[in-house]
C-alpha cells in the first residue's frame, strides 16, 4: 500500500508537471500569434512618415532627394536619354556628368525657334543661339510684354512659406535672356513658351548656387552673355506619358568658348506640396 501511495505522488507531480509546461508552451504561442499584427503596425507607420517627410515642408530651401525622386518615373528618366543622372544635392539632377551635344558653330543672327504645340496643346522643345543684343534689362510692363495666358494644368494653390503661392507660368527661354531677340514673344502669353512651372522650379536661386532652379541656370546663360559671350541654349519641358504638366525641366546651354556649358534636369516639385501631373491639381502635405 505504501509502495501504491508513493506511486499516486509520483504520478500526480509529473501530471502537475506537465501540465504546467504545456501551459508555458500554449502561452508561449499565443504570443507568438500577437508578433505580426505588431510589424505590420509599424510598417505602415513608417510609410506614413516617410510619405510626409518625402515632401517636406513649403519653408524648405529646396527640394530633397526623396521629392525630387517622385518625378524621376522610367519614362522620365528615358526621355533625358541618360545612364548619368546624378542628384546635385541642392534639388537638380545632373546628367551626363553636365556635358551636351549642343552645336556652338553656328552662323546666323541669334535666335529663339519654339516647338509646334503638341496634340495636347502642350510647349515642347526650345531652342536658342544668344549672344548680349538678346539680352533684355527692362521691367516687361515698360516694353509691352505684360500679357498673361492660364497654361494647361493652371490650378493655383496659396501654399505660404517663402513663394506663397506654388504655380508660376514658366519661361523655356526667359524674358530677360532673350526678349530683345527679334520676332520672339518674351511675355507670359506665348502658349509655345509657358508651361505651369512650380514657385520653387521657376523662381530659385538668385545667384544662390545652394538652390539651383531654373532661375540659377538661367543667371548662368545671363552672366555669359553679359561677358559678351555667344551661348547656345536648350530648354525641353519633359512629360511624363500624356500628363499635361511637366514633370520637369531639361537645360541645356553651351558657350562658343567653351567656358560655360551644362545639361541638368529641374524636377517641377515644390517642397511640402504633392501635385497631380495628370491635371495640375495638389494639395499642401501635412
Known amino acids: 500500500m505504501a509502495r501504491q501511495s508513493k506511486r499516486k505522488k509520483r504520478n500526480s507531480y509529473f501530471s502537475l508537471l506537465l501540465v504546467l509546461i504545456l501551459s508555458l508552451v500554449g502561452g508561449g504561442w499565443a504570443?507568438?500569434?500577437?508578433h505580426p499584427t505588431q510589424p505590420q503596425s509599424q510598417t505602415s507607420e513608417k510609410i506614413t512618415n516617410q510619405s510626409q517627410t518625402a515632401y517636406g515642408t513649403v519653408n524648405d530651401l529646396?527640394?530633397?532627394?526623396?521629392l525630387a525622386n517622385t518625378v524621376m518615373t522610367a519614362n522620365v528618366k528615358q526621355q533625358?536619354?541618360?545612364?548619368a543622372i546624378q542628384f546635385n544635392g541642392t534639388g537638380a539632377f545632373i546628367i551626363n556628368n553636365n556635358h551636351n551635344d549642343l552645336n556652338t558653330n553656328v552662323a546666323s543672327a541669334i535666335y529663339v525657334n519654339l516647338s509646334p504645340l503638341d496634340n495636347l496643346q502642350r510647349p515642347g522643345v526650345a531652342n536658342a543661339w544668344l549672344s548680349r543684343s538678346a539680352r533684355q534689362y527692362k521691367n516687361r510692363v515698360t516694353t509691352g510684354n505684360a500679357?498673361?495666358?492660364?497654361?494647361?494644368?493652371w490650378h493655383q494653390l496659396k501654399i505660404a512659406g517663402k513663394y506663397q503661392y506654388l504655380y508660376n507660368r514658366g519661361h523655356s527661354v526667359g524674358y530677360a535672356i532673350a526678349g530683345n531677340v527679334a520676332g520672339f514673344d518674351a511675355s507670359e502669353a506665348n502658349v509655345q513658351n509657358i508651361t505651369t512651372q512650380t514657385a520653387w522650379a521657376n523662381q530659385a536661386s538668385n545667384g544662390d548656387s545652394n538652390n539651383t532652379g531654373q532661375n540659377y541656370y538661367e543667371g548662368l546663360v545671363r552672366k555669359a552673355l553679359d561677358q559678351n559671350k555667344r551661348v547656345r541654349y536648350k530648354v525641353t519641358p519633359i512629360y511624363d506619358g500624356n500628363n499635361i504638366v511637366p514633370a520637369g525641366n531639361w537645360l541645356m546651354a553651351k558657350s562658343s568658348d567653351g567656358s560655360l556649358e551644362f545639361n541638368v534636369f529641374v524636377p517641377n516639385?515644390?517642397?511640402?506640396?504633392e501635385i497631380n501631373y495628370v491635371n495640375g491639381n495638389a494639395k499642401l502635405v501635412k
Open 147 to 153: 500679357d498673361k495666358i492660364e497654361p494647361l494644368g
Open 31 to 34: 504570443v507568438q500569434k500577437q
Open 80 to 83: 533625358l536619354a541618360s545612364s
Open 62 to 66: 529646396h527640394p530633397s532627394l526623396q
Open 269 to 273: 516639385v515644390q517642397p511640402g506640396v
